[in-house]
């Protein structure tokens, strides 16, 4: 064979040999590329599995928040409404979405409550979840109260992106409680009207001491004068008497007509003590009367109580008061009321009302509280009834206990004022 012939056949050699491995790799690439199409196709398949949930998992939240009774809403750090649902909508007197979304929800918070809504929602957005009552005025000019229950919603970085609200209407509840406090308000200035009623035979026995003092020193001076025989000094000892005896039924007149005004509660520091003793000197007469004996074991140097004097002085009447009656009821032969005022924990300060009563029957103890709830023959069932309202009014508690062999225990707490503040509020007291 020729050298041409050679070289020809190594030629070909190669060239079967390129395409072979040209083929090779072309068959690889296709298997490599339908293998990589495959998992794209995989890939997109999961992609819009994923979607397919996502959008299952949308539709049924805002299937769930447009058919929810109560307003939701998003809100933006700047308070621009950025969703918001039908309930929504009717709550606000809009009439499409485009009323309220976009704009700032301050539009429809009163004036007086803009700088409580935006603190929420500087606490919202800090990452706080907050509840909170504000007054309302609507796209058609309605005023009403609302209660938000507001929380932040978070992106996948953990960032606050938008505020999630659930508000409801709360009007008819604000409503009903404010009925509710004025007709507790009623109820009482009744109660203390009718106490004075049965309280009249001693406050005319408690007028008639000084203006009979008056009258005798006055016709002391008198009988002097016209005698002849007297210094201008010496009258000045009896003419002093004639002043502190018209200033003590002054004081006893005012006293009365606080007792029985309707007026909105005067909160001051003030001594438990002294309201005990003012209730003890106010209900001399009628103790007397009863044949009761009433002791004091008072507290020494306890703090102050923040509180409408008036009031606290109605609920400690109250309990002497019923005390006395329930001891002549039973014609108990060792009639004696014990009241003890007690300070716990520097916060708290406690007064007892204890007598020698009957006590109170087991059956009925928890009901003493309850409004017309009486074991009286003549009872209308309002004083403690009154008393416990005035007591929770005040952020207290009060109680009722009978002991064996007789005898109830009444017990009512105030919160105390810490020092420092009992020593700086001491100049507004009715007490001081």
């Known amino acids: 064979m020729s050298g041409a012939s050679e070289a020809m056949w190594l030629g070909l050699v190669l060239l079967v040999g390129s395409l072979t491995v040209a083929i090779i790799a072309s068959v690889y690439l296709l298997l490599r590329l339908r293998e990589a199409e495959a998992r794209l196709h995989e890939k997109e398949g999961q992609h819009q599995g994923m ?40 709550l606000l007197d809009a009439g499409r979405p485009e009323d309220i979304i976009g704009t700032k929800i301050y539009d429809v918070v009163a004036q007086e409550y803009k700088g409580i809504y935006r603190e929420n929602m500087r606490r919202v957005f800090a990452g706080e979840a907050v509840v909170y009552e504000f007054k309302s005025i609507t796209l058609k000019g309605r005023v009403c109260w609302m209660e938000t229950h507001a929380v932040p919603l978070r992106d996948a970085r953990g960032a606050v992106y938008a505020l999630l609200g659930i508000t409801r209407d709360i009007t008819e509840h604000k409503w009903a409680e404010e009925q509710g406090r004025r007709h507790q308000t009623e109820l009482a200035r009744v109660a203390r009207l009718s106490t004075m009623g049965e309280m009249a035979t001693g406050l005319a026995h408690e007028l008639n001491q000084p203006l009979s003092a008056i009258a ?35 004081e006893i007149m005012r006293h009365v007509r606080d007792f029985v005004r309707k007026s909105e509660p005067r909160m001051t520091a003030v001594d438990i003590n002294l309201v ?14 009863n044949e009761t004996v009433v002791t004091l074991h ?49 916060d708290v300060v406690e007064v007892e009302v204890i007598d020698t009563g009957p006590g109170i029957d087991g059956a009925v103890i928890d009901q003493v509280f309850d409004q017309f709830f009486t074991t009286k023959p003549e009872g209308v069932g309002m004083g403690l009834s009154i008393s416990r309202s005035i007591v929770e009014s005040h952020g207290g508690s009060i109680r009722a206990e009978s002991r064996a062999g007789g005898g109830a225990t009444f017990r009512f707490t105030l919160k105390a004022i810490p020092i420092r503040l009992n020593r700086d509020e001491r100049r507004y007291s009715l007490h001081s």
């Open 51 to 90: 979607l397919d949930r996502l959008q299952e998992n949308e539709y049924r939240l805002r299937t769930i928040i447009e058919s929810e009774p109560e307003c939701v809403k998003l809100q933006a750090a700047d308070g621009t409404v950025l969703e918001i649902n039908p309930a929504g909508l009717r």
């Open 216 to 250: 005798n020193f006055a016709r002391g001076c008198i009988r002097r004068l016209r005698s002849g025989d007297v210094a201008p000094a010496d009258l000045i000892e009896p003419l002093e008497e004639v002043c502190e005896q018209a200033e003590r039924a002054g």
């Open 276 to 289: 005990v003793r003012s209730v003890v000197k106010f209900t001399e007469h009628e103790a007397r009367q």
């Open 298 to 346: 008072l507290a020494p140097q306890q703090p102050r109580v923040w509180a409408d004097s008036i009031m606290v002085e109605q609920v400690v009447c109250n309990l002497v008061r019923n005390a006395m009656e329930a001891m002549a009821e039973t014609r108990t032969l060792r009639r004696e009321i014990i009241i003890r005022t007690v300070q716990h924990g520097g």
